[in-house]
């Protein structure tokens, strides 16, 4: 059944061995930290959406509904937002799923520094347990975005959470070097630049931001603190500094980094489209070369989130066209991905199901976009809730569906067992539609007039008796939604008890990780001598007595 | 070439309703912005359907069945792939064009503006008028153009009137400005748009438009309420647009601050376990020095209004909180009364 390998004993799984807690906690294995950045991760991922559901719920009526006072819901806000972003999206793909896949992707060994591998995992946690410790303190109130002079003068912790997300950006940083280093020097022979999976070159334009980017988030995290702490003017303008410097240098990091969140799921989907459409990619160059036109594109763009800070309207002007030019690689992603499909023989399991939802919900996350690129537009919704719906359609509805995609498409991998196909795709359906209730009502009110941060909108309700009817139809979806990832986690688990033992290769794709065991032995299996195309699937046949695909020579 | 470009300027005109779907009513009668909102929207739609519509056909078409498989097609064509990077690149050519023409129109002021300045605060708007009064909510002279110069005296905040279709931060230590010309007199919601606190969805004020005659006759009879009303009543106003009414109820419930019904005279337990008399002095030690005595219970968010308001502010303020005790049956001793209405005067 298995290609490579044939011993007459097969090699243990690499969950079995070594054995034992402690060789789990010290581990090099790229697998296993990446398995154990899942379970962090998705930690992460329930704390943040319960705290979404707070906010959800506070806001279905004006006035005061479940939180009494302005002061309790800002901290909801600030947690939701800072925990989802540092602590699940920006780790989630590359950490976990990149960091199982990669090294079996190339057939290499490991990732080129195992032990800073391991080193990025626990300063995930480190910088969790600073996260838990604010929440324990009665949590921050600042937004995610941490905007000075307010962060520097509120009486919350701010100094801990930021502490927090320092550590949090070299975590980032390890994964990142990791990477580079990885794809650069350890591709096998036969595998050049432009055969690689496109996933890889998704991942690589994803850790040159994380390399580049984020050291400059750490360093202005750092000045926040030491302003706070010894009282050093640099962006308070009581003490001398510029609020709007802070601005700057946050969104620096703060821009390029929501392409480290959704490059790595373009990648994802552009696996899984090609391998369930049974479709050679279309553009394989355009794809890969525009990974890394929106990494590098990406960092010129920062200054769109300042368009009513003050800068100056030339300056608006030249951030307002570089904006747009982001916008063309990601359309070329999307058109080649369509033409991939063309005269395929698709098929719809969960992780085509939530790759073509990806393609869907990002969609009207990128098209709403253009309004926000857009100077005029953007001076009336900036701010409001349409910022919100905006952002959610492709952070929520573009990454986390890759996100999960992903998660569905490696399972089997990584576990070695079958979930059910059919309660993977009624998942997907609660999801895509209690994603559109959440979010499609906020570009509505947002537009209309309900700004963003607002604890209470009783008085707007004057001009706007109709917002509390979308904020009713939010909520409603908000819970359809967090249902349809509580049943993605129950369809997973489930699978650990009652899943089949799944096939080497079950989709039938052609990418090196699929040609060994699942789950893989502790030893990744070399690379064959002569690494095809990893888009071409003519010689993957479905095998009945396998349930899986057998490659025929 | 920018005829031809004028020219899309159109597109978005049939769908350009204020207080359509999209957008709240507008005050004024040339709101740029709607015509590129609209203009987006209609682009929008088009290739939203057109990706969705492909992708669904894709997927109904070429759907999995037993024995058939995927054809081999060809895996890249640089002219579909120019046409798809040309084409979008002229979309959203057209689109930054037309919304950096219309920005330019809004972010010009033309001479002769009517200027008001603004001063923001947690958590309330100050608006500051060419003869001195200061008000809560901003008055402004239809059909002419007005320019606000803002600035903040703690954290950054946003001015936002959706009905104008402007937005600006005001930010501590710098000024910066926005300006319109509401045609249509009314009142319309002007919010706060940058995170600010605690009482951030509180900071909210009224954009009165009026007609000159109107607008001259309100600012002239505004400014005098000191002189012409008993001072528990000037402090009452002084109460409402000063911001005092966003943290401070008159009706008992507790906000961000103690709520100052029946409060005067009373003893009150504060943060650091002392007793204090609510007195004349405390109250005005507490408009001046907000942090020195906290009461029990509360953050010690406020901000000082030393400099901003004159002695007989603070006089009529007291008259005004003392007011609000009259009925309460803990009525406080005459004696500290008069000692405090003595010293609290300070002249």
């Known amino acids: 059944m298995d290609m490579m390998v044939s011993s007459p004993t097969p090699p243990k799984s690499y969950l079995v061995d070594p054995p034992g807690l402690r060789s789990w906690l010290l581990t090099r294995d790229h697998k296993r930290i990446g398995l154990m950045f899942l379970a962090v991760i998705s930690a992460s991922l329930a704390l943040g959406a319960t705290f979404a559901l707070l906010i959800r719920t506070e806001l279905t009526f004006p006035g005061p509904t479940i939180v009494s006072t302005g002061h309790i819901y800002n901290r909801l806000f600030t947690l939701h937002g800072t925990i989802m972003i540092f602590l699940f999206i920006i780790p989630s793909m590359p950490a976990s799923l990149g960091n199982f896949v990669l090294p079996l992707m190339l057939g290499a060994k490991d990732v080129a520094f195992p032990r800073l591998n391991l080193a990025s995992l626990y300063l995930y946690v480190g910088g969790l347990i600073f996260f838990l410790l604010v929440l324990v303190l009665g949590g921050v109130d600042t937004g995610w975005t941490f905007y000075a002079p307010y962060s520097t003068s509120t009486a919350a912790p701010v100094v801990l959470a930021v502490v927090g997300v320092f550590i949090l950006g070299f975590s980032s940083i390890f994964t990142g070097i990791n990477f580079l280093v990885t794809i650069h020097t350890m591709r096998p022979p036969g595998m050049g630049w432009f055969r690689m999976p496109l996933f890889l070159w998704a991942l690589y334009g994803t850790a040159i931001i994380q390399v580049l980017a984020t050291p400059i988030l750490a360093i202005t995290l750092l000045l926040l603190a030491v302003e706070r702490t010894v009282g050093i003017g640099i962006f308070d303008p009581a003490l001398g500094g510029d609020p709007i410097l802070f601005q700057h240098f946050f969104w620096f990091y703060s821009h390029p980094a929501v392409y480290i969140m959704i490059l790595p799921a373009m990648g994802i989907v552009t696996e899984v489209i090609c391998v369930f459409s049974r479709k050679h990619i279309f553009g394989y160059k355009f794809i890969a070369y525009s990974s890394l036109a929106i990494a590098l594109i990406g960092f010129l763009v920062w200054g769109h989130h300042m368009f009513v800070s003050g800068q100056s309207p030339l300056v608006g002007m030249i951030f307002s066209a570089l904006t747009f030019a982001v916008a063309i690689p990601s359309a070329i992603k999307v058109f080649n991905w369509l033409a991939t499909m063309y005269k395929g023989s698709i098929g719809l399991a969960p992780p085509m199901c939530f790759s073509l939802m990806f393609i869907a919900l990002f969609g009207i996350g990128g098209l709403t976009g253009l309004f926000l690129g857009s100077l005029v537009t953007n001076v009336h919704v900036h701010d409001t809730a349409f910022v919100v719906a905006h952002f959610h359609y492709t952070m929520a509805g573009g990454a986390l569906m890759g996100f999960l995609a992903g998660l569905y498409y490696w399972w089997p991998k990584m576990t070695g067992r079958m979930y059910n196909l059919a309660q993977g795709q009624i998942s997907a359906v609660l999801i895509f539609v209690g994603f559109n209730f959440t979010y499609f009502p906020q570009f509505i009110v947002g537009s209309r007039g309900m700004p963003r941060r607002y604890f209470d909108y009783t008085r707007l309700l004057d001009t706007h008796p109709e917002f509390t009817f979308y904020q009713i139809l939010s909520t409603a979806g908000g819970f359809l939604f967090v249902g349809g990832l509580v049943m993605v986690a129950f369809v997973l688990l489930r699978s650990l008890f009652v899943g089949r033992k799944a096939p080497a290769n079950p989709w039938g794709a052609a990418t090196l990780e699929w040609q060994c065991s699942s789950p893989p032995p502790h030893e990744n299996p070399p690379a064959p001598a002569n690494v095809g195309d990893c888009y071409v699937f003519d010689d993957f046949c479905f095998d009945e007595s396998a349930q899986g695909y057998v490659k025929v020579p | ?347």
Request: hydrophobic share 40%; proline share 6%; with cysteine.
């Open chain 2, 1 to 347: 070439m920018f005829a031809a470009l004028d020219s899309i300027w159109h597109v978005g005109l049939p769908f350009a309703q204020t207080d359509g779907f999209w957008l709240p009513g507008a005050a004024t009668t040339d709101p740029a912005m709607d015509r590129v909102f609209y203009l987006i929207l209609v682009i929008c739609s088009l290739l939203f359907l057109l990706v969705v519509g492909l992708m669904t056909f894709f997927l109904v078409r070429y759907r999995r069945l037993p024995g058939r498989k995927a054809e081999k097609t060809a895996t890249q064509n640089i002219l579909l792939e120019a046409t798809w990077t040309v084409i979008p690149v002229v979309i959203v050519g057209v689109i930054f064009y037309q919304g950096f023409v219309a920005y330019m129109r809004m972010q010009t002021a033309p001479p002769g503006c009517y200027d008001l300045r603004v001063s923001a605060r947690q958590w309330a708007w100050q608006f500051i008028y060419p003869n001195g009064h200061i008000d809560d909510n901003l008055h402004v002279p239809a059909g002419e153009p007005v320019r606000l110069t803002m600035t903040s005296e703690d954290v950054i905040h946003g001015l936002w009137i959706p009905a104008l279709r402007v937005k600006m931060d005001v930010v501590p230590g710098r000024y910066t400005s926005v300006w319109f010309r509401a045609d249509k007199p009314g009142a319309y919601d002007l919010l706060c748009t940058e995170y600010c606190g605690d009482e951030h969805s509180s900071m909210l004020a009224t954009v009165e438009v009026q007609t000159r005659e109107d607008y001259d006759a309100w600012l002239k009879d505004a400014a005098n309420y000191l002189k012409t009303l008993p001072p528990a009543e000037a402090g009452k106003l002084l109460y409402k647009r000063r911001g005092c009414a966003q943290c401070h109820s008159t009706d008992g419930t507790a906000g961000t601050g103690p709520s100052f019904l029946g409060i005067f005279g009373k003893s009150q337990k504060m943060a650091d376990g002392r007793s204090v008399i609510i007195d004349d002095n405390y109250i005005r030690e507490s408009i001046l020095e907000p942090q020195a005595k906290i009461v029990a219970g509360y953050q010690p968010v406020m901000s000082t209004y030393k400099g901003l308001v004159s002695d007989d502010d603070i006089t009529a303020l007291i008259e005004f909180i003392k007011s609000l005790s009259k009925k309460s049956p803990l009525r406080a001793p005459t004696h500290s009364v008069d000692r405090g209405e003595g010293q609290g005067v300070g002249k």
